[in-house]
C-alpha cells in the first residue's frame, strides 16, 4: 500500500497509553469519554422529543446518529486513526442533514442553530 493511501485510509495517529506521563494524553482521553457521555444525552433528548410529540420517526434516526457519534468518541479516546476521523465526519454529515431536514420540517419558526 502506498504511503498516501496508508495515510489518509489506515494510519492510527494516537493511542491512549495510561500512565505514560503525558499530561495531553490524559487529558484528550478523558474529554473524549466526557464528549461521547454528551452525545448519547443529546441522542436521549431527541428520542424523547420524538416519544412525546411522535412528529418524526427521521427523529429516531437522528437520536441513532448521535449515538453513533458518541460511540466513535469512545473509539477515539483510546486510538486516533485515519478510519476513524472519515468515520466521524461521514457521521457528522448526516447529524447536520438530519438536524437540518427535522428543523424545517417540524419546527421551522425555532431559532436554535
Same mark, same amino acid.
Given at each position: 500500500?502506498?504511503?498516501t493511501l496508508e495515510v489518509i485510509f489506515? +494510519? /492510527?495517529?494516537?493511542?491512549? !497509553?495510561?500512565?505514560d506521563g503525558q499530561?495531553?494524553?490524559?487529558i484528550y482521553h478523558w474529554f473524549n469519554i466526557a464528549e461521547g457521555c454528551v452525545w448519547i444525552l443529546c441522542a436521549g433528548l431527541v428520542l424523547r +422529543?420524538?416519544? @412525546?410529540? +411522535?412528529?418524526?420517526a427521521a427523529e429516531i434516526y437522528y437520536a441513532i446518529a448521535?449515538? /453513533?457519534?458518541? @460511540? !466513535?468518541?469512545?473509539a477515539e479516546a483510546w486510538e486516533q486513526s485515519s478510519w476513524l476521523i472519515w468515520l466521524k465526519l461521514l457521521n457528522l454529515i448526516v447529524l447536520f442533514?438530519?438536524?437540518? !431536514?427535522i428543523m424545517s420540517w417540524y419546527f421551522p419558526t425555532a431559532k436554535l442553530y
Open positions: 500500500m502506498s504511503e489506515v +494510519r /492510527t495517529w494516537w493511542r491512549y !497509553t495510561p500512565g499530561w495531553f494524553t490524559a +422529543r420524538f416519544l @412525546i410529540h +411522535r412528529k418524526s448521535f449515538l /453513533t457519534f458518541a @460511540i !466513535t468518541d469512545f442533514q438530519l438536524r437540518r !431536514t
